[in-house]
């Protein structure tokens, strides 16, 4: 007797954590230690529940085990199918929209470096074949970034250099933003220092506004990993950035090491007054990193947001640069200005 009311308890227990670890952001708990990291991994969660199904399953062979085992596999099989659902709804790339030709359109590139792994002639040809008018390249340096807009010069397509680094200790440290001079004169506005209000608190974010007060403010975005002693700065660093984008035109791309589950809760839109690229094209469902895991099992961490005056007409997470030696892969998105 005292075995099965034992038996229940742990099903109740772990259908509970199912339910937790499904939507967190039910309970407020999506950025907590822990529960933050297995909802960065929906994909691989889902294998993983489905192998411990199975598992689970086996034992259930045993007729002893048989009532808590299946109630385990019919649990775990549940977490598995929301997940999938959740996932599918998010996309796994969608088709682009049809393109405006009349109006103003922007296409920004993300690609995380990993200190400048990837050679700058690869990312400037990537640059140049996608027609990018913004590039942000967290962990990427001033004399990198300016190797890659002298050959995007080269290839017909100038680009002024912005860049923030908090130390020269480590590559991780800087933060390198291109913009197209067609999109007129820009100037840094974050602190160099870390922390609040003037930055993200561990790895910079370079903000830049149009000098003359036209055109979208962009920010090229890296906040911190949320690893066990990062975890107040981690989330210090999205409370940060949803301010960055209370404005009515902002254009935000980087390495947020997040997913849209940890910003909920931080504004009217996906972050503050930012909507996310890949959730509007149908392809949030698509890992960004690590490289080594394949997109669909992946965490889709990198991102380009921007304001209601925006629409995305298309989002792709390029994983054909998956051996260029960076642990993230490059996102691109195409923006039209609304209306």
Same mark, same amino acid.
């Given at each position: 007797?005292?075995?099965?009311?034992?038996?229940?308890?742990?099903? @109740?227990?772990?259908?509970?954590?199912?339910?937790?670890?499904?939507?967190?952001?039910?309970?407020?708990?999506?950025?907590?230690?822990?529960? *933050?990291?297995?909802?960065?991994?929906?994909?691989?969660?889902?294998?993983?529940?489905?192998?411990?199904?199975?598992?689970? +399953?086996? @034992? *259930?062979?045993?007729? !002893?085990?048989?009532?808590?085992?299946?109630?385990?596999?019919?649990? @775990?099989?549940?977490?598995?199918?929301? #997940?999938?659902?959740?996932?599918?709804?998010?996309?796994?790339?969608? /088709?682009?929209?049809?393109?405006?030709? &009349?109006?103003?359109?922007?296409?920004?590139?993300?690609?995380?470096?990993?200190?400048?792994? !990837?050679?700058?002639?690869?990312?400037?040809?990537?640059?140049?074949?996608?027609?990018?008018?913004?590039?942000?390249? %967290?962990?990427?340096? /001033? %004399?990198? +970034?300016?190797?890659?807009?002298?050959?995007?010069?080269?290839?017909?397509?100038?680009?002024?250099?912005?860049?923030?680094?908090?130390?020269?200790?480590?590559?991780?440290?800087?933060?390198?933003?291109?913009?197209?001079?067609?999109?007129?004169?820009?100037?840094?506005?974050?602190?160099?220092?870390?922390?609040?209000?003037? #930055? $993200?608190? &561990?790895?910079?974010?370079?903000?830049?506004?149009?000098?003359? +007060?036209?055109?979208?403010?962009?920010?090229?975005?890296?906040?911190?990993? !949320?690893?066990?002693?990062?975890?107040?700065?981690?989330?210090?660093?999205?409370?940060?950035?949803?301010?960055?984008?209370?404005?009515?035109?902002?254009?935000?791309?980087?390495?947020?090491?997040?997913?849209?589950?940890?910003?909920?809760?931080?504004?009217?839109?996906?972050?503050?007054?930012?909507?996310?690229?890949?959730?509007?094209?149908?392809?949030?469902?698509? +890992?960004?990193?690590? $490289?080594?895991?394949?997109?669909?099992?992946? *965490? !889709?961490?990198?991102?380009?947001?921007?304001?209601?005056?925006?629409?995305?007409?298309?989002?792709?997470? @390029?994983?054909?640069?998956?051996?260029?030696? *960076?642990?993230?892969?490059?996102?691109?998105? $195409?923006?039209?200005?609304?209306?």
């Amino acid at each position: 007797m005292l075995a099965r009311l034992l038996s229940a308890l742990v099903v @109740l227990v772990v259908a509970a954590l199912a339910v937790v670890f499904t939507w967190p952001q039910a309970f407020g708990l999506q950025n907590e230690w822990v529960i *933050s990291h297995v909802v960065a991994l929906r994909g691989a969660a889902v294998v993983c529940a489905l192998i411990a199904a199975v598992v689970f +399953g086996l @034992l *259930s062979f045993a007729k !002893p085990l048989r009532g808590f085992t299946i109630g385990l596999v019919v649990i @775990l099989l549940v977490y598995a199918g929301a #997940n999938v659902a959740i996932l599918s709804a998010r996309g796994f790339g969608g /088709e682009a929209a049809p393109a405006d030709e &009349t109006s103003e359109s922007i296409t920004v590139l993300s690609w995380n470096t990993l200190g400048e792994v !990837p050679e700058a002639s690869t990312i400037a040809e990537l640059a140049l074949e996608r027609g990018a008018d913004i590039v942000s390249l %967290p962990e990427t340096t /001033e %004399p990198l +970034g300016e190797e890659v807009a002298i050959a995007m010069r080269e290839g017909g397509r100038p680009m002024w250099v912005k860049t923030i680094a908090f130390d020269q200790i480590a590559k991780a440290r800087s933060t390198t933003l291109l913009i197209s001079p067609d999109l007129g004169d820009y100037e840094v506005i974050s602190a160099e220092g870390s922390g609040p209000p003037g #930055n $993200t608190n &561990t790895l910079p974010t370079v903000v830049a506004a149009p000098v003359n +007060g036209e055109g979208p403010t962009i920010v090229a975005v890296h906040a911190v990993a !949320p690893i066990r002693w990062e975890m107040r700065n981690w989330r210090s660093d999205l409370d940060w950035l949803a301010e960055q984008c209370a404005g009515d035109d902002v254009i935000m791309a980087g390495d947020f090491n997040a997913t849209v589950d940890h910003f909920a809760g931080r504004g009217a839109a996906d972050l503050g007054n930012c909507a996310d690229a890949a959730v509007a094209a149908g392809s949030a469902g698509l +890992g960004t990193w690590p $490289t080594d895991l394949p997109a669909l099992l992946g *965490s !889709p961490i990198d991102h380009v947001l921007a304001t209601p005056n925006w629409t995305v007409t298309s989002f792709d997470v @390029l994983d054909e640069y998956d051996d260029s030696g *960076s642990d993230h892969r490059p996102v691109v998105a $195409t923006l039209e200005r609304a209306g």
